[in-house]
């Protein structure tokens, strides 16, 4: 699933590709793809593009005439710069953007096609697109406290429980998290633009190795070495530090505990 660092980066490697670029034509292969009508798609014909900017996960590029074309990838859909004379990946290419500088493919791996494009007129009608998030780079810590206590959730960072309530955090667990998130998500940033080397992304993925605990079960946390462990619902799996967010405590892992019920062991201890 591309993140936030990941569609920063998208943004950054649009905007030295395409800014000031004439948008000649886009050829849509998947009828699925368009969630709009009015306007239509062609009316981006020709049009120069005047910017590239992000609302929340999505990308917008902003044309003449106050023309948008928004972009979500949701979680399998991708963008590909292609080199001069290459074709666009096989059948998982939903669309080709043709500028006079190149073409982008829009790519979605899987059948589930949830990636989108819309097109709309009108600052008003991008508006639209904002569903309230809160750029946390530039939030204050109040505006972030304010509201992560307006509604009750689970979250899974800065070394805390994957199953504690935002409801019972303390305020030095809450100002945690906001100074983590932060500097976690200015850090990402600055690594996969350092590996990009100014190339356009083309390894964009949910897990990396460099995680401390996504998508690491069984190996060791760089923080502590203990085995990240992890607990399984319905189709999600989230992975975690039994020493560094519980207290040594394991968590019930749907997949497993039914099956051993007394036996599911209760500490890190007691696994080894």
């Known amino acids: 699933m591309p993140e936030l660092p990941d569609v920063e ?21 998947n009828p699925f793809l368009v969630r709009t009508a009015v306007p239509p ?11 590239v900017r992000r609302i929340g996960k999505r990308i917008v590029l902003s044309l003449e005439d106050d023309l948008h074309i928004v972009i979500h990838l949701m979680i399998a859909g991708r963008l590909r710069w292609l080199a001069e004379g ?53 939030l204050s ?14 979250l899974n960072r800065a070394r805390l429980s994957p199953l504690a309530l935002t409801s019972k955090l303390d305020v030095a667990q809450r100002k945690r998290l906001f100074d983590a998130a932060r ?5 990402w940033t ?27 079960y069984g ?23 039994a020493v560094c967010q519980t207290g040594g405590t394991l968590l019930a892992d749907r997949a497993l505990s039914r099956l051993l019920h007394a036996s599911w062991p209760r500490s890190i201890d007691e696994l080894g």
């Open 9 to 29: 980066l998208y943004r950054e490697a649009l905007t030295a590709r395409i800014a000031g670029a004439r948008l000649m034509r886009v050829d849509v292969l």
């Open 41 to 51: 798609l062609d009316a981006a014909t020709g049009k120069r593009v005047l910017g």
């Open 86 to 138: 290459a074709k666009p990946p096989g059948r998982i290419t939903l669309a080709v953007f043709h500028f006079d500088t190149g073409r982008l493919a829009f790519t979605e791996a899987g059948s589930k096609r949830r990636a989108s494009v819309h097109v709309v007129h009108g600052d008003d009608a991008l508006a639209t697109f904002d569903m309230g998030g809160l750029e946390i780079a530039t």
């Open 141 to 154: 810590f109040d505006a972030f406290d304010a509201r992560l206590t307006s509604e009750n959730h689970t």
């Open 183 to 187: 500097e976690v998500l200015r850090e």
């Open 190 to 216: 600055r690594r996969l633009a350092d590996q990009a080397h100014g190339a356009f992304p083309d390894k964009v993925t949910a897990f990396r190795p460099e995680m401390a605990v996504h998508g690491r």
């Open 219 to 241: 190996q060791p946390c760089p923080v502590c070495a203990a085995p990240v462990q992890r607990i399984v619902y319905a189709q999600n799996e989230c992975n975690y530090c």
